[in-house]
C-alpha cells in the first residue's frame, strides 16, 4: 500500500492497494488507515491493479466513509473482478466509484 498526501488543512489523501487485499491485508491497511484520516480530509481509495478484495476490506471502505463522509470518499480505477464485488453487494450504489481515473 502506498499513500500520497496533497494539500494542507483538509488534505487530499489516495491510498494505492495492491494486487490482493485479503482479509489480514485488510486489516492491517485499515490499521494505518482510519484512524489517520481527519474529518473532512478527501480520501481516495486507488485500486488500479488491484484484482481480489474481501469483506473485511469492504468494511474498511464502509469505515472512512463514516469518517470523512461520502462527499469526501472515492474509489477509483476499479478493475472488473472488483467492480462486480461491489455491484454484487450493492455497495456500487452507495459509494463513488470511478472505473477509470487518471490521477496525473
Known amino acids: ?6 494539500g494542507k488543512g483538509r488534505c487530499k489523501i489516495i491510498y494505492k492497494f495492491d ?3 485479503s482479509t489480514a ?3 492491517e491497511a ?4 482510519i484512524n489517520k484520516i481527519g474529518i473532512g480530509d478527501k480520501v481516495i481509495f486507488d485500486l488500479a491493479g488491484v ?9 474498511m471502505c464502509l469505515k472512512a466513509v463514516r469518517r470523512v463522509s461520502i462527499e469526501n ?6 478493475g472488473p473482478s472488483v467492480e ?5 453487494t450493492g455497495l456500487c450504489k452507495r459509494l463513488n466509484i470511478t472505473k477509470q481515473y487518471d490521477l496525473k
Open 84 to 88: 462486480r464485488i461491489f455491484e454484487i
Open 30 to 33: 485499515e490499521k494505518n488507515i
Open 51 to 59: 484484482k481480489y478484495i474481501t469483506s473485511s476490506f469492504l468494511c
Open 1 to 6: 500500500m502506498s499513500v500520497k498526501v496533497v
Open 73 to 78: 470518499f472515492s474509489i477509483i480505477n476499479t
Open 25 to 27: 491485508k485488510s486489516i
Open 19 to 21: 494486487e490482493q487485499m
